[in-house]
């Protein structure tokens, strides 16, 4: 066999790492794993995979630093380009996100990707999967609603005046009663009243908003135009991932079947010219991430005067460090009705403190304040189990753990998309179907991903924090916490992918007591709140880490309480812990 002068200066790059990484931890198995993996992958692809890769690196300095960086750049583009569709088809092929390069601007090329036409069958818009065992515990979840004079709530979906076409398809949805949010939220919103609503993870808010506003754009005869070369949509819905606003959009898509108003959605990771294309078509509900929305309505191609609705889902992470100049824009932008002439809702499972005072900004004085559900929102239906094991072990304890429950449907969550890629690729070759999608994804892929995923194709999918929000996929029974995230709200929002409307979950966290011991004090308020069994060492960490002042972690309060009653409760994180670390952020998400 002839090895030629690049891959021996791979293995010399490999050594010198390897040399490296045995100075500081033990990666004894990434040693054997890896060297594996470059011979391979060099043998079906050659020289080209790493030495391209290196040469086009971050980093093209000398010494250390240029090493490093040259590694960071070339190396992770070579493993996500190249190994996954050789050695393990059923892998993530995948990708550094290409910049979504817009009409007139230079850098990067120009995105092409059409995603695929939603489906016309009335069999798949209406396609749903069936309410579990516990959904009539939920009339028994406590519920707090502040503000002067908030409407009565309704019992029923016929008490809600929902017009015949609207009433019809809530039927075919399959819903029978609305759920606690639903019941407060619809009348609150129909009486035209701003809202901020707290409920926990998979309790129906998505038609709590939609429904209502459906309702009186029916009942004043709205209807798309085709003939306007500047729509204007009187509701917009804005949330932070691509994934979660086109689900909003199909909901409001079935919603609004055989009527005359037309939803659309707009998200970055796909062409623009089809994007404008979709809302010159007639636009009443326009759904989209941040950044594409403040771009649509730059072109001209969207105009504001007629906006009676701006919706904000998952409003904690739109106001918060990531989103909040974006959404302050958007509100700010010529034509945007003020405060006082629209009307604006926000939902979300979880309320920071600072967040709601932020949240003010942006609604009516009189607003109406709307909790649902326990301590952190985390959702009784989950059961939760906590598990310490130091980071050189997880991988094992990953691998028994899914062998252990067969072909459960099993979301792994991740801190950064370095691992998520590596975790997808160990199970894949340990024979385990798994995918994987994180914001360096190209759009194409995070559909395929979660399109395998829904149908079982793949029924592992590894992901970073760009799934953990929102996101309702039938029938996932299991929920893994590889990495647990930095904040409580973050776990409440990830759990929250299974034990949805009232169907059975289970989540399990692996707890490394070097670095999660802060979250400690947090998980023993939420699984308490929960009704679930607290470990005995999680709570003596949390109680030596924070002491004993004011730690009562048996108290039962609400997910989050109205600021202006002056008593919130406040979760034990420092105020910075409600958003990623900075390291974090920068290695995890681009969200649109």
């Not at 970055?268 to 009443?284: D, H």
């Not at 002056?566 to 958003?579: L, N, R, T, V, W």
């Amino acid at each position: 066999m002839h090895f030629n002068k690049n891959f021996c200066m791979i293995l010399i790059i490999f050594q010198k790492l390897m040399k490296m990484a045995t100075m500081r931890v033990k990666l004894n198995f990434f040693k054997q794993d890896m060297f594996f993996w470059l011979l391979r992958s060099y043998l079906f692809h050659g020289p080209r995979l790493f030495v391209a890769g290196w040469k086009d690196g971050e980093g093209q300095g000398r010494g250390r630093g240029g090493f490093r960086d040259g590694f960071r750049g070339g190396f992770r583009g070579g493993f996500r380009d190249g190994c996954f569709l050789v050695f393990f088809p059923n892998c993530p092929a995948s990708t550094a996100d290409k910049p979504d390069q817009e009409a007139g601007e230079n850098a990067g090329p120009k995105v092409v990707y059409v995603p695929p036409p939603p489906p016309e069958e009335e069999s798949s818009i209406f396609s749903h999967y069936a309410t579990g065992i516990n959904f009539d515990k939920y009339d028994d979840i406590l519920v707090d609603v502040s503000g002067s004079n908030p409407p009565k709530a309704i019992m029923t979906f016929d008490e809600a005046g929902l017009c015949e076409s609207l009433r019809k398809n809530v039927t075919k949805s399959g819903y029978v009663k609305p759920t606690p949010v639903q019941k407060h939220g619809i009348p609150i919103i129909s009486a035209g009243r701003d809202l901020m609503a707290c409920a926990q993870t998979g309790s129906g808010k998505t038609a709590a908003f939609l429904l209502p506003i459906l309702q009186r754009l029916m009942a004043d005869g709205v209807a798309a135009s085709k003939f306007s070369e500047v729509q204007e949509p009187e509701a917009i819905i804005v949330a932070p991932t691509r994934e979660l606003i086109n689900q909003i959009y199909l909901e409001a898509r079935k919603f609004a079947y055989g009527t005359c108003v037309r939803p659309v959605v707009v998200y970055g990771g796909i062409n623009t010219g089809y994007t404008i294309r979709e809302v010159l078509k007639g636009c009443n509900i326009l759904c989209g991430t941040p950044g594409r929305l403040l771009d649509i309505i730059g072109r001209g191609k969207v105009g504001l005067s007629k906006l009676r609705y701006l919706v904000l889902d998952e409003a904690d992470r739109m106001l918060d460090m990531g989103f909040e100049p974006d959404m302050r824009k958007l509100v700010g932008s010529p034509g945007m009705p003020s405060k006082e002439d629209r009307q604006t809702l926000m939902f979300s499972a979880t309320y920071p403190e600072d967040i709601q005072r932020m949240a003010a900004d942006f609604l009516k004085v009189d607003y109406i304040f709307l909790a649902v559900g326990v301590v952190g929102g985390a959702c009784s239906d989950v059961e939760q189990t906590i598990v310490q094991v130091d980071q050189y072990s997880k991988r094992d304890q990953l691998l028994e753990l899914l062998r252990s429950t067969g072909n459960e449907r099993t979301m792994v969550f991740v801190e950064t998309k370095r691992s998520a890629d590596f975790i997808a690729t160990f199970l894949c070759q340990e024979k385990l179907s798994t995918t994987s999608i994180h914001g360096d994804r190209e759009q194409r892929e995070r559909e395929k991903a979660l399109s395998d995923f829904r149908t079982g194709q793949c029924p592992v999918l590894v992901a970073t924090s760009v799934a953990a929000r929102g996101l309702d996929i039938e029938q996932v029974q299991h929920v893994v916490n590889f990495d647990l995230p930095s904040s409580i709200d973050e776990y409440v929002h990830r759990i929250g992918r299974t034990g949805r409307c009232g169907n059975i979950g289970r989540a399990v966290s692996f707890f490394n007591p070097e670095s999660d011991t802060p979250l400690a004090r947090s998980l023993v308020k939420v699984l308490s709140g929960a009704q679930q069994e607290v470990p005995k060492w999680l709570e003596e960490i949390a109680f030596s880490a924070h002491g004993t002042t004011g730690f009562n972690p048996r108290g039962k309060v609400f997910a989050s309480t109205d600021t202006r009653k002056g008593g919130s409760f406040k979760m034990d994180e420092p105020p910075q812990a409600s958003a990623p670390s900075p390291a974090a952020a920068a290695d995890d998400e681009e969200w649109e």
